[in-house]
């Protein structure tokens, strides 16, 4: 962010999952009433049917389901309104198009969720270990295991903290 900006542009990846509506809402907080939201939600082409006749049929079918995705964000999450927020529904790769809407929107931060699935999988790769690598600006990344801990640990102990 620039000195002379006063608009500060949070990039969110969103895939429907509890971490990713912890990620919406940190960033909705990061942002305050001035902030703009870019809700990244990214979908897989159906790579295995091109060229078939009903390739483009599939294509809209699932590009749809992903712009559902983001219709029932909006759907249940109150406080989007309260910041100014634009939705990025794309084909490809997860982490690559957050990476891509980070650089097209000259994004201050990203923020992501993780689902933590493991050691394994952190070999071959995720999505927050490859935006964390990838990208040119600060990612905070929210692990659902802090939401499973926030359910089970009382409200006062959470303050003490």
Not at 91 to 98: N, P, Q, V
Not at 126 to 134: I, M, T
Request: net charge negative.
């Amino acid at each position: 962010m620039t000195p002379d900006t006063t608009t500060r542009t949070i990039v969110v990846g969103f895939d429907a999952s509890p971490a990713a509506h912890a990620a919406v809402e940190h960033a909705i907080d990061r942002a305050g009433a001035d902030g703009r939201l870019i809700l990244v939600h990214a979908y897989q082409e159906p790579a295995d049917f091109i060229g078939a006749p009903y390739y483009n049929d599939m294509l809209t079918e699932v590009s749809q389901r992903a712009a559902g995705v983001l219709d029932t964000l909006e759907r249940d999450c109150e406080r989007l309104f309260t910041v100014e927020f634009e939705r990025d529904v794309t084909g490809g790769a997860a982490a690559a198009a957050i990476i891509r809407a980070a650089e097209a929107h000259h994004a201050d931060e990203i923020v992501i969720g993780s689902r933590g699935v493991g050691r394994v999988r952190a070999l071959v790769g995720s999505v927050a270990h490859d935006v964390l690598h990838r990208a040119h600006c600060p990612v905070t990344v929210i692990p659902e295991r802090m939401l499973e801990l926030r359910a089970a640990t009382p409200p006062a102990a959470l303050s003490a903290v």
